[in-house]
T-cell receptor
Framework: QKEVEQNSGPLSVPEGAIASLNCTYS??????FFWYRQYSGKSPELIMS????GDKEDGRFTAQLNKASQYVSLLIRDSQPSDSATYLC????????????FGTGTRLTIIP | DTEVTQTPKHLVMGMTNKKSLKCEQH?????MYWYKQKAKKPPELMFV???????INESVPSRFSPECPNSSLLNLHLHALQPEDSALYLC???????????FGSGTRLTVV
């Protein structure tokens, strides 16, 4: 089992709709969870972080964490063509561990 | 200043060359990282420096040699690389993995 798993997609969503991206992780002791956006040929950009169960909202983005199910998701409301990118889920397995483990990424395409 | 600056942005080198990648951050972050990313793959951790000391080496071949001259600078010295080492090399910094990483824009390396 991979440490961090994502559906590789591609995921196609109509403009204005909600895009839902999912991520599961294997280490039950994981503490910190992140979503990065990466445009083609560019470096990853941190867009959301979440540490406790529940929802965290920032503008059109909502991160959801369920530690019991070892599941983290990212919702993008009112999707725009500029949201078309690869979204990487990253997990910090243990407090004090210097390493983030990345999922393989989900490629999202917003269709105008 | 919330940037991580990497130079050069592009590098083409022969298999017998020696070159260096440079990374600089002025956010006062205590940890700096080198990642390697191949096309359509997630970033792959190479090295972690914490408080200017090497804390993680992910079994990287010795043809890659990291150096941390001070808390703001990170270098990656390259020697006798192979064509399969061609990739996007990403530098990142953080105050700790609980806070996520800030990535630089990367160096696109081509080995010929």
């Amino acid at each position: 089992q991979k440490e961090v798993e994502q559906n590789s997609g591609p995921l196609s969503v109509p403009e204005g709709a909600i895009a839902s991206l999912n991520c599961t992780y294997s280490d039950r002791g994981s503490q910190s969870f992140f979503w990065y956006r990466q445009y083609s040929g560019k470096s990853p950009e941190l867009i959301m972080s979440i540490y406790s169960n529940g929802d965290k909202e920032d503008g059109r983005f909502t991160a959801q964490l369920n530690k019991a199910s070892q599941y983290v998701s990212l919702l993008i409301r009112d999707s725009q063509p500029s949201d078309s990118a690869t979204y990487l889920c990253a997990v910090n397995a243990r407090f004090g561990n210097e390493k983030l483990t990345f999922g393989t990424g989900t490629r999202l395409t917003i269709i105008p | 200043d919330t940037e991580v600056t990497q130079t050069p942005k592009h590098l083409v080198m022969g298999m017998t060359n020696k070159k260096s990648l440079k990374c600089e951050q002025h956010m006062g972050h205590r940890a700096m990282y080198w990642y390697k990313q191949k096309a359509k793959k997630p970033p792959e951790l190479m090295f972690v420096y914490s408080y200017e000391k090497l804390s993680i080496n992910e079994s990287v071949p010795s043809r890659f040699s990291p150096e941390c001259p001070n808390s703001s600078l990170l270098n990656l010295h390259l020697h006798a690389l192979q064509p399969e080492d061609s990739a996007l090399y990403l530098c990142a910094s953080s105050e700790g993995t609980s806070y996520g990483y800030t990535f630089g824009s990367g160096t696109r390396l081509t080995v010929v």
